[in-house]
């Protein structure tokens, strides 16, 4: 899937998925990307991520899932498979490797940050979120029309 594939009609929602295993910071991160004129879809983990993304083990059929996601937002620190697992994941899929993915965490690491940043991570944002940090993304989003 290419980018220009990917690209929004000028009155279509961009869709984002949403990725944490708090409810909590699920609940925050929905609100914020809805009050921006935003689709989304939260998952509580990496794996849910993964199944709706079409590329849990075993699935094959990424046109029957959300393959209309424009974005990823994920947490960093999940139980199971990490933020930073779930980006290398949707970085070797020739159906997902488009997708833009940003990592969220309350931790503020360098070296984590940049390894994600060096595994294709648009950006990595500091929680908590703040409206201006969605409304700059949802800039992202929209630049390639």
Request: net charge negative; glycine share 4%; with cysteine.
């Given at each position: 899937?290419?980018?220009?594939?990917?690209?929004?009609?000028?009155?279509?929602?961009?869709?984002?998925?949403?990725?944490?295993?708090?409810?909590?910071?699920?609940?925050?991160?929905?609100?914020?990307?809805?009050?921006?004129?935003?689709?989304?879809?939260?998952?509580?983990?990496?794996?849910?991520?993964?199944?709706?993304?079409?590329?849990?083990?075993?699935?094959?059929?990424?046109?029957?899932?959300?393959?209309?996601?424009?974005?990823?937002?994920?947490?960093?620190?999940?139980?199971?498979?990490?933020?930073?697992?779930?980006?290398?994941?949707?970085?070797?899929?020739?159906?997902?490797?488009?997708?833009?993915?940003?990592?969220?965490?309350?931790?503020?690491?360098?070296?984590?940050?940049?390894?994600?940043?060096?595994?294709?991570?648009?950006?990595?944002?500091?929680?908590?979120?703040?409206?201006?940090?969605v409304k700059r993304l949802r800039c992202n989003l929209t630049k390639d029309e």
């Amino acid at each position: 899937m290419s980018a220009v594939t990917m690209g929004l009609n000028s009155d279509a929602k961009p869709h984002v998925l949403a990725v944490d295993d708090s409810v909590l910071d699920r609940k925050i991160i929905e609100r914020l990307l809805t009050n921006s004129s935003c689709k989304v879809t939260t998952a509580e983990n990496a794996h849910g991520a993964l199944e709706l993304l079409g590329l849990a083990d075993g699935q094959q059929n990424f046109s029957n899932t959300v393959s209309d996601v424009n974005m990823i937002i994920t947490d960093y620190c999940m139980p199971g498979m990490t933020g930073y697992e779930l980006l290398k994941k949707i970085k070797e899929s020739p159906t997902a490797k488009e997708i833009p993915v940003v990592v969220v965490s309350s931790e503020n690491m360098q070296t984590r940050i940049e390894k994600c940043l060096e595994e294709g991570a648009e950006e990595f944002l500091l929680k908590p979120l703040r409206q201006s940090d969605v409304k700059r993304l949802r800039c992202n989003l929209t630049k390639d029309e």
